[in-house]
């Protein structure tokens, strides 16, 4: 058998659902395990874990061969930055755990395998690229609502710093305190007790709430939806060129093997003519 046939079997493994989904159940099996090791457990239980433990290690490696493998190039593994997160989750993976300087690191970097599921789960990568394409857009609202924090705490020490020094004493302290009211926190006890020296000082405060709590919010979820939106298009995209680009493949493996069948007939036909 010629390498070629070796890869269409890789191709053939890493494409199917059934191998798909039995990663899935073998990346969160390997996640309960790490979750069950923070009980008191009986010694042989933690020897039956520790070979689980490699073996699910082993699974990963051969897993990740097998997607490397069913490249038509080796390099075209790496050109999908899923791929790459796989593969530093995997290798990260091989610390031992035996070893008493390492122990501690291998056992929280084993914790990221679960993360391997938002490779293998098409909409939980939409989701995390939506997340991370909206962290600009979503930077310059928080730096716009950094500076409303800003000016109000300012304005509360100025104000309420002589009513409650432990919530308005200084700006550190006042930025926590607007946090709290923003968080909906008792933020209720802190307004009254401002109003009994400033009656009016609700205005500072449901003022406040509504630039925090509603415009603020809204415009971040309102970023968040409209890439999500974007993102579901790309996949979209995505998945129709991978259906052309897998017929591409057929068709030149067709012609290919039509093209060898035709060789092979003109050889039998020169012999029989020797």
Excluded: C
């Excluded at 006042?174 to 020296?197: C, G, H, I, K, P």
């Excluded at 939106?229 to 995505?238: I, R, S």
């Amino acid at each position: 058998m010629t390498w070629l046939d070796f890869q269409n079997r890789f191709q053939k493994i890493r494409d199917n659902k059934i191998f798909e989904l039995f990663v899935i159940t073998v990346i969160i099996f390997s996640s309960l395990m790490i979750g069950v090791r923070t009980y008191e457990l009986h010694p042989t239980f933690e020897v039956i874990l520790v070979a689980l433990d490699y073996a699910v290690t082993l699974f990963f490696v051969l897993e990740i061969s097998i997607r490397m493998a069913a490249e038509e190039r080796f390099r075209d593994f790496f050109k999908k930055g899923w791929n790459i997160f796989d593969f530093v989750i995997v290798v990260v993976s091989l610390i031992p755990l035996d070893d008493s300087e390492y122990a501690l690191i291998a056992r929280m970097l084993r914790l990221f395998r679960v993360m391997r599921l938002i490779s293998f789960i098409p909409e939980l990568r939409v989701l995390v690229s939506a997340l991370i394409t909206a962290m600009p857009r979503m930077g310059y609202v928080a730096l716009l609502m950094f500076i409303i924090f800003y000016i109000y705490a300012v304005i509360g020490n100025l104000l309420f710093s002589n009513i409650n020094p432990q919530l308005w004493g200084d700006l550190g302290i006042s930025l926590l305190t607007l946090f709290r009211v923003a968080t909906f926190e008792d933020w209720t006890d802190v307004m009254y007790e401002a109003m009994t020296v400033y009656g009016l000082s609700w205005i500072y405060f449901i003022s406040f709430i509504f630039f925090s709590a509603f415009v603020f919010l809204n415009m971040m979820i309102g970023i968040v939806v409209d890439v999500l939106d974007e993102e579901h298009k790309k996949m979209e995209a995505e998945k129709q060129g991978e259906e052309i680009e897998v017929q591409q493949q057929f068709e030149k493996r067709v012609e290919s093997e039509i093209s060898e069948l035709h060789k092979k007939l003109d050889l039998l036909i020169a012999q029989k003519k020797g």
